[in-house]
């Protein structure tokens, strides 16, 4: 059974940093990519980061572009969100995802239950 359980949400104020991390097991992930998508209230589910197995392709929202960064642990079977100089508008429940290949888009294989990010004023 698949499972990618994430963890390191929670309360921070805007400007402040998060990392989230991700565990998946069940299955080697090796030639999937992995990564994050986020749903805020009210809106659509929406990406927000994916890396490659090898960790050489790595793509980025615009609006996280140069604030977040993803990284992976093949060995651990880990993807972790660095989140910097966190935005009002990062607030959401972010989600983990892992799809066969090197994108994540546009829908992945599997996903995380979702750990929610509140950043306050």
């Known amino acids: 059974q698949v499972q990618l359980v994430e963890s390191g949400g929670g309360l921070v104020q805007a400007g402040g940093s998060l990392r989230l991390s991700c565990q998946a097991s069940g299955r080697t992930f090796s030639n999937h990519a992995m990564g994050w998508f986020r749903q805020a209230p009210g809106k659509e589910r929406e990406f927000v980061a994916s890396?490659?197995?090898?960790?050489?392709?790595?793509y980025y929202s615009d609006s996280v572009k140069g604030r977040f960064t993803i990284s992976r642990d093949n060995v651990k079977n880990t993807v972790s969100l660095q989140m910097n100089s966190l935005k009002l508008e990062d607030t959401a429940v972010y989600y983990c995802?892992?799809?066969?290949?090197?994108?994540?888009?546009?829908?992945?294989?599997?996903w995380g239950q979702g750990t929610q990010v509140t950043v306050s004023s």
């Open positions: 995802a892992a799809k066969s290949g090197v994108f994540l888009t546009p829908t992945p294989e599997y």
């Open positions: 890396t490659s197995w090898s960790g050489n392709v790595r």
